[in-house]
């Protein structure tokens, strides 16, 4: 290195020591002498630039306590000059427009550090100029020589201009950028050499109406038009100066064609799916909204198809996400080969494809599409020696027939796709009105119970149990709540089915086994040691090949001893596989926890299978309660469910205990413990401690 080189002053704000590292490698490796101070916060920001003048500051965008804008505030704050560049590993488009516009010099992706010393030299010499220009009209004498040796050796483009429009100097580098020698340019007119577009001249926009010169302009977009013919993306900052006591105009002319290539870049991640190289949900949608308005324009016809893969989940699972990607990029492939070349295939994400048809006669024409993506879809994958096979399910929208705007016609196709799964798969389906009320809602509460189990807005309330020899309160139910925000409490008859046949209540139902758990161990330690806490299990839960690992675990992290939870199985779950479950139930009984038979009396239990589930007690469904002592069958009915109970030694409960009367019959004919709103409706944990703590026997 050459000692010569005079030493920048470099403030670099970065969080990252690695990256720093590699910025200073760089720039050593580019030939720069730098001596250096890194900061990473806002504080140590505002005193390095209190204390000290710096050469030129680096920062990164996207920092702990502060972005790369704010940082460009308080730089420009104390020094309009400093060269400010971004260097940053991700910055998208806008914040990257915004950014210079703001007054940074440059922007550098941490990927392309081998550009960031060039960059740095050419920032150096272009501040070196704005800071001379801001001396030029009073020193312009004693700084002429300084001037011109910046000026010649400048990265930057750089020609005087008069009033009539012709370049009266120019420097080298403008020479090399147009493909001119210098004294070529002189006596040129600018427009020859500058446009803003094919049409509009460069001192057009600069004169006003009048014809007089407008003020200084920076950061004007242009093309500079080269000897050769070629036309290469510039940036223009214009301002005026008197010389010789003529008015002039100082025209620096950037060539911005690799900001140009990495906006291009910038839009195309915006725009495209990386993994299948197609276009995602925001162009498709663009495209889509013009497509309407051509086929509107043309009066034609143009169909979108939703298209979700069956089951690809399995293969993600079993196989691994790299080889559910290479399935992803042989689907794209082959439902590209299942459209005409007008047609536009896009990738919204996951395993969602959509596709735009152009300009089909009928319906018949999505109709034979759809075949044919079902049956590409459908033929096996070979991936690493493998074989898998997949089906898909493809709903189709029509326009102008099924809705007259992009956004209707894409979530139309959605449904008739959620359609094609609810018809059980691998087949396809056109929109109808009909589908739009029922599949809109189950779609917008799927979304939503999902977002529900990430936000965390699910509630548990515990109804009291009471033992109706003495009142005592031995126990109560965990019942879960959902508290959609701008909605308020969903029932959960309406989101508990739609949880099972997605899966979601799986974890659904470990968190309500969780906070049950907890709260009964805090009951426990304030001095009610045999309260119970009742948790009913899914038909999903109770069949997942991990449940008992999975409360065993839940009850050692709590600390809960197991004879404090008791687990409700409802009657038609132990009866779909009488075997199996009660494989399951030995299982958990010999953990140590409680067993239920929940809403019994509404399924059809076997006498004899009864007599073998290894449970601890029977809950009469409240179907039978409600209309007792008045209805004679329902009187029937639950006399005989509590004497078999009874004759089998197990515990029997009552739900759903409303009125005097009912409570009065169970008390004649034995039942031993009840709940319902008659002596405590479903409350938060703390409002169930605060009723314990008051007293723990009602007088019912």
Known sequence: MNNSTPVTRLLLVEDDENDAILIRASLRHGGLQISHHRVWSKTELEKALAQEQWGVVLCDYNLPQFDGLAALRMVRSRDADIPFIIVSGA??????????????????????????????????????????????????????????????????????????????????????????????????????????????????????????????????????????????????????????????????????????????????????????????????????????????????????LFIDLDRFKLINDTAGHDSGDMVLRQVAGRLRQCLREADLLSRFGGDEFAALLREIDDPEAARATAQRVLAAVAQPYDINGETYHLSASVGISIYPGDSPDATALLRNAELAMYRAKDQGKNNFQFHSPQMNARSLEYVVLERSLRRAIELDEFLIHFQPQFDLKDGRIVGAEALLRWNLPEVGMIPPVKFIPLAEETGLIVPIGQLVLLRACVAAKEWRASGHVDFRVAVNLSPRQFNQSELVIDIINILEDTGLPPENLELEITESMVMSNPERATAILRELRAVGVHLAIDDFGTGYSSLGYLKSFPVHTLKIDRSFIKDVPADPDDVAITHAIIAMGHSLRLDVVAEGVETAEQLAFLREHGCDYMQGFLAGKPMPAEELSRLLAERTHWSL
């Not at 010099?105 to 010499?125: T, Y």
């Not at 312009?140 to 201009?161: F, H, P, R």
């Not at 050769?228 to 010389?243: C, D, F, Q, W």
């Open 91 to 304: 910055i998208g488009e806008e914040t990257a427009v915004a950014a210079m516009r703001s007054g940074a010099q440059d922007f550098v992706m941490k990927q392309s550090l081998g550009r960031l010393g060039a960059v740095l030299v050419r920032e150096l010499g272009e501040a070196e100029i704005r800071r001379t220009a801001r001396l030029a009209n009073s020193q312009l004498q004693a700084k002429e020589a300084l001037l011109d040796s910046i000026v010649t050796t400048a990265a930057d483009g750089i020609a005087v201009v008069n009033a009539a429009g012709k370049i009266e100097f120019a420097n080298p580098a403008l020479a090399v950028l147009t493909g001119n020698a210098a004294t070529a340019l002189q006596g040129m007119p600018v427009q020859q050499l500058l446009r803003a577009s094919a049409d509009i001249e460069f001192w057009n926009v600069l004169c006003a109406s009048t014809g007089d010169i407008r003020g200084d302009m920076t950061n004007l977009q242009m093309h500079a038009h080269t000897r050769n013919g070629a036309i290469i993306p510039v940036e223009i900052k214009v301002s005026r100066m008197t010389l010789d006591n003529s008015p002039k105009l100082t025209v620096v002319v950037r060539d911005v064609s690799e900001r140009a290539r990495s906006e291009e870049r910038m839009w195309r991640l915006a725009h495209f799916d990386e993994l299948s190289g197609l276009p995602n949900r925001l162009l498709f949608r663009q495209l889509l909204e013009q497509a309407i308005r051509d086929a509107n324009r043309e009066r034609k016809s143009i169909a979108v």
